[in-house]
């Protein structure tokens, strides 16, 4: 298929609908604990009605339509009508605090807001009156809006009513509409995740969005009776781009768990054909398997231990692109049928061809991990501005250090300074009402991303990390604190790390434990604690994450390990600001936050008082005044 | 209470009429009446040993009291059985959870909806047409009405004896809905929650009483006074087996020997916020 700027989303799902009409399954919900199947004539219609219902109610060309909710059809729906109205969606994080959904609702001029049910209804009344340009709200969730008689509420069955309406008095509207436009307008209006200041809304026109899908399936085409899996934020690109650039063109079907909660669980009864996560959900896998792993058998742990070895054999002389020997196969082979085949299943996994990461760093040892276990998991690195990715592994040319080789016509260039810059059609608008910020990242056509990178000698892009964020170790080299964090994380019992030393004499790090699978480690020893702050604390956990970090630490050079290292009393959560939406961790702020414990873990003190307050989600405050230790790392 | 306070006797769900409870010597309840309003949501409190839960026993049928009457609408039901109550429409969750933990949530749940079941043995036993067609009717009510009313998609096929207190405590929850009730007792169903769990029940209690698909009168046995006070139309206080007040929730709250019986003097609100 050939994308003209003439193309833009609307008239490629008025021509994918017609094309495959009832006959094809577009979405399936699975709801009431049975999958629902939506067809592309159900699709259609549902889009058609809610499009003449904002026209209705007054939307415009250009005005800004926002969306908050889970992963579901009618989100979907949402954001296709918005569009085919010549209107801009904007999608918010569904777990947003009030703060931040004001904050980009205001700025980005949103009139109309979709918000799936109560809760998000709730948090959109309570800005209502701070955003003047905010007319109306949409709820579709009938759940708890019994006692909801605000007259700017609307259901969206309502607005399908008014849609039905309209289309009987103006038939041929609809269509006059999506004919209309052209792919350099506006669709989307992305809110980055900002590592370092506050969201900044990226504006992403038809064509970015539809040469992007194209050219990550020249790469690694799907077919139309594979399956996708959507249940990542939709405001995440990466969900983007899988749902709706590659989704149309493709014509894969789209499946949505039930809830949040039984994702896991959905995705293994779907058996998607294609995947594409942020590296915390390969984690969590990884985590699960390793903590199953403990729980099991002796005999179990056996053939794991056993089929691990040949799985990492076999995937390294992979990565050195040597031939595999007969026999080494056929124990691959063995190590399929026994182990690798039900793990696989267990998450969701038995049907993939290619399974990507990307959104932030995945550590060398998940990735083995994972190609150890036969899943063609693949790096890509991209952002917002590109409107998803422009660097993607090729199958059989894959390096863990690696993100691989730009998509089609897409360009990488490196400056001087080591800084990646990509130029691509997909390469966004600018960002909205930002004009200095488009100047600075957005120079003859060039994208400057701020991350530090270099091409090595195979042609792979290698991502070094964040610009600002790479340290000058003692001994005058740089170094990425990324990389050792995600070393780091490999161990189930660390959930998140911080690493700190740039200009320093030696590295520290902060470490977060996994409540759930240190606990449990706490349980089977009959280690007693009552919090996760207790628990932290304890010598016998500190002498875990020890062991942890030695092997973290192994083959570092000596001016990058981890001398020291202490046990946070809280884990690190976006809603108190110290990671992204996308779990990034915002290295400015918890440094700023945390200053005494920085300060602490470079003089010679033993432990570091805290006095503060924590905030809950509901508002409760918590006073915590506590020591936490400082533990050298033995050598 | 006031002249327009009196309930309306049409209006009466279930009524106990001076109802006395003797175990041995010990007077459990020495001639309480009550009378729960269709709609509302009723509170009992009273300090530990005040004789909640024999009252929850004697309106369910686990106790038959010694004296005085119990009716559910406007009949003397004092010589049915638990089992024949829970045909007329009460039904009931439990102080310490009655689950059957060897058995999935989903099952769990299917058993409240046993006496709806109209197929006998015979046509059971073929499973074709009206049992067929009546399965999946309660398949959809389990998953329409109650699954998702109590937010358990995610542990319907997890044996419940295997979930945190606080889930099990929906399940049974959503079996007590399951036989469709009128009038559901709820006895200390916020007990051993954390506060999350607490905000997510009285949602629930609130929904179950409030919306239209409902509509259960409920009566509520519970210590949290922060939840009884939000949620109550009406609370009876019971102190030693004798009824202090029977009143709105306002009233209740500055009666002086409530405050001094159960409320304490100068905790006035024993609440967990």
Known sequence: MKITKDLT???????????????????????????????????????????????????????????????????????????????????????????????????????FLFGEGQEEVDKAISVFNECPKLERIIWDDPKGMRDYNQDYLISLKEVQDLGRELEQQQPELFEKMIQKGHGDEVALLFYTSGTTSLPKGALLSHNNMLTMGQHLMAVDPCMETDDYASYLPFAWIGEQMMSISCGLQVGYTINFPEKPETGQENIREVGPH????????????????QVKYLDATWMKRKFYALS?????????????????????????????????????????????????????????????????????????????????????????DIKFDTVGHPIPETEIKITEDGEILTR?????????????????????????????????????????DRTKDVFTLRDGRPFSPQYLETRLKFSPYVRDSWVIGDKREYVTAVICIDYAVVGNWADEKKIN???????????????????QI?????????????????????????????????????????????????EALYLDNDNVHIDTTIKYEDGREAHIKTDLHIRKVEE | ??????????????????????????????????????????????????????????????????KGNIFYKQKKINALKPFERAQLGISRTFQKVEVFGGMTVLDNIRLGRHIHMKSGITTGSIYLGKTAREEVEHRNFIEEQIIDLLEIQHI???????????????VELGRALALEPELLILDEPLAGLNLEEVEDMARFVLDISEEERWRVTCILVEHDMGVVMDLSDRVFVLNFGNMIIDGTPDEVQNHPEVIKAYLGEEDLYATRA
């Open chain 1, 274 to 289: 294609v995947m594409f996560a942020p590296p915390r959900m390969y984690e969590q896998m990884t985590r699960t398997i």
């Open chain 2, 156 to 170: 319907r096929h997890k044996p419940v004896g295997m979930l945190p207190y606080g889930l099990q405590k929906r």
């Open chain 1, 308 to 396: 691990t070895k040949i799985g990492y054999h076999v995937a390294d002389l992979k990565f050195q692109k040597k031939r595999i020997p007969w026999y080494w196969a056929f124990l691959q082979w063995l190590a399929y049928i026994s182990v690798q085949k039900k793990i696989k299943d267990h998450l969701g996994l038995s049907r993939v061809r290619n399974a990507y990461t990307g959104g932030a760093a995945m550590g060398p040892d998940h990735f083995r991990f994972f190609h150890a276990l036969g899943v063609n998991l693949k790096q890509i690195y991209g952002q917002t501005e590109v409107a998803g990715i422009s660097v993607v592994h090729r199958s059989g």
């Open chain 1, 9 to 111: 989303i609307p008239k490629l799902f008025y021509e994918k609908a017609g094309q495959y009409g009832k006959g094809r399954v577009a979405m399936r919900e699975k709801e009431f604990g049975i999958w629902r199947p939506i067809t592309w004539h159900d699709y259609f219609q549902n889009v058609k009605y809610l499009t003449l219902g904002l026209i209705r109610l007054g939307l415009e060309e250009g005005d800004k339509v926002a969306m908050i909710g889970d992963n579901r059809p009618e989100g979907l729906w949402a954001e296709m009508a918005t569009i085919c109205a010549r209107g801009v969606g904007v999608w918010l994080f569904q777990d947003c605090l009030i703060d931040e959904v004001k904050y980009i609702i205001d700025h980005s001029d949103t009139k």
């Open chain 1, 424 to 464: 691509s059609p997909s390469v966004f608008l600018g960002y909205y009402k930002n004009p200095e910020a488009t100047q600075e990242t957005l120079i003859d056509g060039w994208l400057y991303s701020g991350d530090k990178g270099f091409i090595d000698d195979d042609g792979h892009l290698v991502v070094f």
């Open chain 1, 550 to 598: 030695r092997q973290a630490n192994k083959d570092l050079p000596e001016t990058a390990r981890v001398v020291k290292f202490m046990n946070l009393y809280k884990e690190f959560d976006a809603d108190d600001d110290e990671l992204t939406r996308t779990r990034k961790l915002r290295r400015a702020f918890v440094e700023k936050r945390y200053q005494d414990i920085v």
């Open chain 2, 1 to 66: 209470m006031t002249e327009s306070n009196k309930p309306k006797e049409q209006d009466i769900l279930m009524e106990l009429e001076d109802v006395h409870m003797f175990f041995g010597k010990v007077c459990a309840l020495a001639g309480v009446s009550l009378k729960v309003r269709k709609g509302e949501i009723h509170s009992v409190i009273g300090p530990n040993g005040a004789g909640k839960t024999v009252m929850m026993n004697i309106i369910n049928g686990l106790y038959s009291p010694q």
């Open chain 1, 529 to 547: 604690y009552t919090s996760y702050q207790e628990l932290s604390q304890m010598p016998d956990i500190y002498n875990l994450v020890e062991a």
